[in-house]
């Protein structure tokens, strides 16, 4: 199994774990931490085991922009694509691409990473770069509110995409965001800020099928392969 992508689960593990513990020990407080605790653990549960899954989501962007998700896990690989790039991580190689806006494409092949094809950390990096919502990111904010005793944390249910989704909405001091999480674990919405800037994504269709091509490279994209220049 891949060093990071244990290194991500174990993360995870370990804030269920230190929530869980946490709750119980605010039960003077009229359990209300502890309920908390165990809606993220819920939550946080449910993302780290679609990590683990084949699946495909497309999402709605503000401006009418979209994006995408896509993962298999025979063969191991995972893509991020958002209307300026994309990048794939598979166990060949990572590609970056991006795309102007006459769109033209170009894309430049690295040698691969411990997590090749995993949805790792290099594929969560690079969607944050481009101020895209990740799992990771949302489970941190769930944690830091779930450890604020002030924090103000309604649950709440919708569908969307045809998929049910369970929903936080969560005001503490300095924020207040809105995320939704399907049963099956793939992020469904999300409203508020990340990083310090707004950031707004909504689950369109989701598959638990993913097309061979979502992990190509754009039509006619000029392509910089790095492996030869390293091996």
Partial sequence: MPAASTTLRVFTASVIAS????GCQALDDAGVALGRADLVNDLAARMDRALEQTWAADYQLPGGRTASIAQTMEPLRSAYTWPEGKITVTQQAVTRCETTS???????VSPPVLTAGRPS??????????????PPAVIRLLTNAALDREASIEQSDTTLAGHHATCVDVTRAGERFTACVTTEGVLASFTGALDGKPAEITLSRYTDTVEATAFDVPAEAKVVDNRTATS
């Avoid at 006459?102 to 430049?108: F, L, N």
């Avoid at 950390?121 to 990740?134: G, I, P, S």
Wanted: charged share 20%; with cysteine.
């Fill in 19 to 22: 929530l869980t513990v946490t």
């Fill in 121 to 134: 950390v290099v594929v969560y990096t690079e969607a944050r770069k481009h101020n895209l919502v990740t």
């Fill in 102 to 108: 006459d769109g033209r494409s170009s894309c430049v």
